[in-house]
């Protein structure tokens, strides 16, 4: 399949946004010969920096190479001036993770045929010289809403060409509980480290909890470098020997005795599970995996904030060096590469293990081609700022009174997107809010003050801490 230059509305009609990014829209489209739909991910490239572009071609050249009925696939690429559209398999199915808590019947033998499925899709990748680093529930998608539709492996905008068994150091990225011990030790890596993922997944899809938690992402990765995990009673009493085996396994600290995909895929618990595995249902995994993706969905949206406003505050901050040229400085400001350190501005409790970090991730802010920027400081921005003080300061009475109606007046029903592409079943408009305040009764919230900044994303007010 290669790159045309044809007109994407000449084969393709556009049609609902299903998900949005930074760089990027996803719209349903139908190719008009065929009358097909697919998932057209548009990529406004005239944002792109240099990197961005090498990264989407990557993206691009990866995808082109999978073809497997567990991967999403690419089926067309299309660039044009401004714009370059990928055409994926439309997934209507939401993720994996959100089926299973809806369903009336949850065994461990799901869970084996879940773990096959993504195994098969990783064998694939790796067969084919490709590593996917970021192994996560927000990738697991299903086909379709029918019983029984595929698990589809989705997202590959970290992943990486090797050459067979190739071990180098690739640069640090991933998600942090899903790490694996080479890539925290900053050692060469390959392969392995998609099975090691795999193997943190597999202890989800079984009690519904990870197997390395912290809220203190240091200790968190100590644990993971230590493979310091266990199956503690009750809720893995039940389990099966053989699926703690395989466990053993995936998360085995030295990735040349670990486990490979087509190893795992002959391991009697997932090639014999009609007469291994459980078919007993599993309600305590059920309900701890509700929580959990509760949990990992409210951080993530937090952290997506969080990383927005960062960005925010950098633009500002080069805005203000550019205007302030000749004058004396009267204070320094910290520079920080990414939001992978623990002490770094974001709180350890933001950084959920589900959330995609890459060191560097803010690669710098890209300079406008107008040299006419609006003074930040000017009498209008000023007031605009007071605004969003009294606007946030509402927010947070309305939260410390649990005066929720009072809440819902002030915020954005639209504000509720994070992980768009994954096109996963989300928490949305009201019932999100709704979900968010009840978490944030349970936190300390206090008052704007002098640590805070105070800005605008685009037409949107912000509030973050000082980085």
């Given at each position: 399949m290669a790159v045309t230059c044809t007109r994407f509305t000449d084969e393709y009609q556009l049609y609902e946004e299903i998900g949005k990014g930074a760089f990027s829209v996803v719209r349903r489209c139908v190719k008009l010969c065929t009358g097909h739909e697919y998932a057209a991910k548009i990529i406004n490239t005239k944002k792109l920096s240099a990197r961005d572009h090498q990264k989407l071609e990557r993206e691009a050249r990866i995808c082109r190479l999978l073809k497997h009925p567990n991967i999403v696939r690419l089926h067309d690429s299309i660039s044009e001036e401004g714009f370059h559209y990928l055409i994926f398999d439309l997934v209507t199915g939401g993720e994996l993770f959100e089926d299973i808590v809806a369903r009336e019947y949850y065994s461990e033998a799901d869970a084996s045929h879940c773990i096959q499925q993504i195994l098969e899709a990783v064998l694939h990748c790796h067969q084919m010289g490709v590593v996917h680093r970021d192994l996560k529930p927000e990738n697991l998608l299903l086909a379709s809403k029918c019983k029984g539709a595929a698990v589809k492996l989705a997202d590959f905008g970290l992943a990486i060409e090797v050459q067979g068994d190739q071990q180098a150091w690739f640069g640090f990225a991933g998600t942090p509980g899903y790490l694996s011990p080479e890539v925290l030790r900053k050692e060469a890596y390959g392969k392995p480290v998609?099975?090691?993922?795999?193997?943190?997944?597999?202890?989800?899809?079984?009690?519904?909890?990870?197997?390395?938690?912290?809220?203190?992402?240091?200790?968190?990765?100590?644990?993971?470098?230590?493979?310091?995990?266990?199956?503690?009673?009750?809720?893995?009493?039940?389990?099966?020997?053989?699926?703690?085996?395989?466990?053993?396994?995936?998360l085995t600290i030295n990735p040349a005795k670990r486990i490979t995909a087509h190893e795992a895929l002959k391991h009697p618990w997932v090639c014999q599970r009609s007469t291994v595995a459980s078919m007993m249902h599993r309600q305590e995994t059920v309900e701890c995996l509700k929580k959990f993706n509760a949990r990992r969905k409210l951080k993530g949206a937090i952290l997506t904030t969080m990383l927005a406003t960062r960005n925010f505050s950098a633009a500002k901050t080069l805005l203000n060096k550019k205007t302030d040229v000749g004058k004396p400085q009267t204070n320094s400001t910290k520079n920080s590469a990414g939001v992978t350190?623990?002490?770094?501005?974001?709180?350890?409790?933001?950084?959920?293990?589900?959330?995609?970090?890459?060191?560097?991730l803010v690669d710098g802010i890209k300079e406008s081609s107008d040299?006419?920027?609006?003074?930040?400081?000017?009498?209008?921005?000023?007031?605009?700022?007071?605004?969003?003080?009294?606007?946030?300061?509402?927010?947070?009475?309305?939260?410390?009174?649990?005066?929720?109606?009072?809440?819902?007046?002030?915020?954005?029903?639209?504000?509720?997107?994070?992980?768009?592409?994954?096109?996963?079943?989300?928490?949305?408009?009201?019932?999100?809010?709704?979900?968010?305040?009840?978490?944030?009764?349970?936190?300390?919230?206090?008052?704007?003050?002098?640590?805070?900044?105070?800005?605008?994303?685009?037409?949107?007010?912000?509030?973050?801490?000082?980085?």
């Open positions: 998609d099975i090691w993922a795999c193997g943190v997944i597999l202890y989800i899809l079984l009690v519904g909890y990870p197997p390395f938690w912290d809220e203190d992402q240091h200790k968190l990765y100590q644990q993971i470098k230590a493979g310091a995990y266990d199956f503690p009673s009750p809720e893995w009493d039940t389990v099966t020997p053989e699926a703690k085996n395989l466990i053993n396994q995936m350190s623990p002490k770094g501005p974001i709180p350890p409790a933001a950084l959920e293990p589900q959330t995609t970090v890459i060191h560097n040299s006419t920027h609006t003074n930040p400081e000017d009498e209008e921005m000023k007031a605009r700022k007071q605004e969003i003080i009294k606007i946030t300061e509402q927010l947070i009475e309305a939260v410390n009174n649990g005066d929720f109606e009072a809440y819902a007046k002030i915020c954005d029903p639209g504000l509720t997107t994070f992980e768009p592409e994954a096109l996963g079943n989300l928490v949305e408009g009201i019932d999100f809010h709704r979900f968010y305040f009840e978490n944030c009764k349970k936190s300390n919230v206090t008052i704007i003050s002098d640590s805070f900044d105070v800005g605008t994303f685009g037409d949107l007010p912000c509030v973050h801490p000082l980085v």
